[in-house]
């Protein structure tokens, strides 16, 4: 049974950073594409960041949120630097054992965690 528990979130002002996890069972991070989504309230979830062989980003987070695994711990990270309101939601882990270039899509994902709440404030 797969099971991905995302840890790590919560309320910080504009300009900080958060650190979040997923620790995953019953799969292992090293072999399934990891993947971050969000989703603020009255609009649709969206791709955040994955990793498979390499990573991958939305261009509203190039360059401030970087993804990473540590198989050892079978855990995903989400560092989340320069944080803005608009990076305000609900942050999902997911993973899928296929790779292909659709890897922004949610539906592509065969695995979720509950999420997380990252707030943002101005």
């Known amino acids: 049974q797969v099971q991905l528990v995302e840890s790590g979130g919560g309320l910080v002002q504009a300009g900080g950073s958060l650190r979040l996890s997923c620790a995953a069972s019953?799969?292992?991070?090293?072999?399934?594409?990891m993947g971050w989504f969000r989703q603020a309230p009255g609009k649709e979830r969206e791709f955040v960041a994955t990793?498979?062989?390499?990573?991958y980003y939305a261009d509203s987070v190039k360059g401030r949120f970087t993804i990473s695994r540590d198989n050892a711990k079978n855990t995903v990270y989400l560092q989340m630097n320069s944080l803005q309101p608009e990076d305000t939601a609900l942050y999902y882990c997911?993973?899928?054992?296929?790779?292909?270039?659709?890897?922004?899509?949610?539906?592509?994902?065969?695995?979720w965690g509950q999420g997380t709440q990252v707030t943002v404030s101005s």
């Open positions: 997911a993973a899928r054992l296929s790779w292909d270039s659709f890897y922004y899509t949610p539906k592509n994902y065969d695995y």
């Open positions: 019953g799969l292992t991070v090293g072999s399934y594409a």
């Open positions: 990793i498979r062989r390499g990573t």
